[in-house]
T-cell receptor, first 112, second 114 residues
Framework: GNSVTQMEGPVTLSEEAFLTINCTYT??????LFWYVQYPGEGLQLLLK?????DKGSNKGFEATYRKETTSFHLEKGSVQVSDSAVYFC???????????FGKGTKLTVNP | NAGVTQTPKFQVLKTGQSMTLQCAQD?????MSWYRQDPGMGLRLIHY???????DQGEVPNGYNVSRSTTEDFPLRLLSAAPSQTSVYFC?????????????FGQGTRLTVV
């Protein structure tokens, strides 16, 4: 079945540093891929998504490209801010359903 | 627009007690689900529903019951609480087209079983 493997961290960066969080997937076909973010004390919210191979999702300065050759969907941001401190989850749906499979999450802390 | 509303936000139970976690959404979404979040485990699916009157088990259903009598509500019942059910519980909903659409999450319920 579909699954994701996500870099677990935690990751600690200084403000304005470059961020990469790795995510690789195993899937039948080419499902949509998602990154969700969970800020402290809150529920998850969609950060970005890509619906087909070679698509690039972007939002709030974050980007991720759907790469079928390497089965990856790495999250990147060129210059992180303290406000980006959160837990980030890579996710994809089980085939033909709305059920989401999540990675274990990567906690990012950005220091001023 | 309230989105997905979960109550309560915090709860402490004694072992063996039962309770219901409430979840309501106002987006007319067909698909609703319950997850639990534990350190180092990510989110694991407990139960889900593809529409009123239809529910099914997820990855970790034991000890939990659900029902879906209306499109809006999807309560999660703990039958006899155990310390292993100490966790943060999230309810989510999505439009439900069968190939993965944006899921909207509630704020979570932090449950402690002593």
């Amino acid at each position: 079945g579909n699954s994701v493997t996500q870099m677990e961290g935690p990751v600690t960066l200084s403000e304005e540093a470059f961020l990469t969080i790795n995510c690789t997937y195993t899937a039948t076909g080419y499902p949509s891929l998602f990154w969700y973010v969970q800020y402290p004390g809150e529920g998850l919210q969609l950060l970005l998504k890509a619906t087909k191979a070679d698509d690039k999702g972007s939002n709030k300065g974050f980007e991720a490209t759907y790469r079928k050759e390497t089965t990856s969907f790495h999250l990147e941001k060129g210059s992180v801010q303290v406000s980006d401190s959160a837990v980030y989850f890579c996710a994809l749906p089980l085939g033909g359903s709305e059920k989401l499979v999540f990675g274990k999450g990567t906690k990012l802390t950005v220091n001023p | 627009n309230a989105g997905v509303t979960q109550t309560p936000k915090f709860q402490v139970l004694k072992t063996g007690q039962s309770m219901t976690l409430q979840c309501a959404q106002d987006m007319n979404h067909e698909y609703m689900s319950w997850y639990r979040q534990d350190p180092g485990m990510g989110l694991r699916l407990i139960h889900y529903s593809v529409g009123a009157g239809i529910t099914d088990q997820g990855e970790v259903p034991n000890g939990y019951n659900v029902s879906r009598s209306t499109t809006e509500d999807f309560p999660l019942r703990l039958l006899s609480a155990a310390p292993s059910q100490t966790s943060v519980y999230f309810c989510a909903s999505s439009y439900g087209q069968g190939f993965g659409t944006e899921a909207f999450f509630g704020q979570g319920t932090r449950l402690t079983v002593v």
